[in-house]
């Protein structure tokens, strides 16, 4: 299996520009997660999807992001207009997402090689 | 307070050494625990998952977990150079991890 991929693995732009971040999950997977890491934030969960359809969405910093997954294999991250305070790698990660019980539990979550973001 | 608790380190520990890394979280709720290495500029990946109290074990790596104390650890035993990361600790519920900010760990050789 391939994996998770991203593109493009780095992206420099100026403040005001349009960004769009895209990622394939590995087959199969139901859930689909993007991360924003930064040194000083840490590791934040951004959105995540499961079978497509937006779960949860609380981490999206500000109406600037969006996101979006046409089909169970590509999800874009759209950042419109883009500032310097954007800049971070933004992960992409996958999940298998089993079923135990009747409630979903969180499995390994597979991540992406990331995509270093550049605001100028 | 934060939901993942770790200690941002460094922690510096001798080749062969054990190294303990730990983690305290708030949430009572958390169905599913884990630890995953972040090598610097690259992603994180799994080393360990926990579901249960208890210790479980994979060649040199020993996760605890106790839900009382709200308490996850990692040992690594025979600490080597290229175990040198950040070690993050996430914990999952309704579908989704929350991460700590991580420990970076040193093993000189």
Not at chain 2, 68 to 86: G, H, N
Request: proline content about 6%; hydrophobic content about 30%.
């Amino acid at each position: 299996d391939a994996g998770v991929i991203q593109s493009p693995r780095h992206e420099v732009t100026e403040m005001g520009q349009e960004v769009t971040l895209r990622c394939k999950p590995i087959s199969g997977h139901n859930s689909l997660f993007w991360y924003r890491q930064t040194m000083m934030r840490g590791l934040e969960l951004l959105i995540y999807f499961n079978n497509n359809v937006p779960i949860d969405d609380s981490g999206m910093p500000e109406d600037r992001f969006s996101a979006k997954m046409p089909n169970a294999s590509f999800s874009t991250l759209k950042i419109q207009p883009s500032e310097p305070r954007d800049s971070a790698v933004y992960f992409c990660a996958s999940s298998p997402d089993r079923l135990a019980g009747g409630l979903s539990s969180t499995d390994t979550q597979y991540f992406g090689p990331g995509t270093r973001l550049t605001v100028l | 307070q934060k939901e993942v608790e770790q200690n941002s380190g460094p922690l510096s520990v001798p080749e062969g050494a054990i190294a303990s890394l730990n983690c305290t979280y708030s949430d009572r709720g958390s169905q599913s625990f884990f630890w995953y290495r972040q090598y610097s500029g690259k992603s994180p990946e799994l080393i360990m998952s926990i579901y249960s109290n208890g210790d479980k074990e994979d060649g040199r790596f020993t996760a605890q977990l106790n839900k009382a104390s709200q308490y996850v650890s990692l040992l690594i035993r025979d600490s080597q150079p290229s175990d040198s990361a950040t070690y993050l600790c996430a914990l999952g519920n309704a579908g989704k991890s929350t991460f700590g900010d991580g420990t970076t760990l040193t093993v000189k050789p």
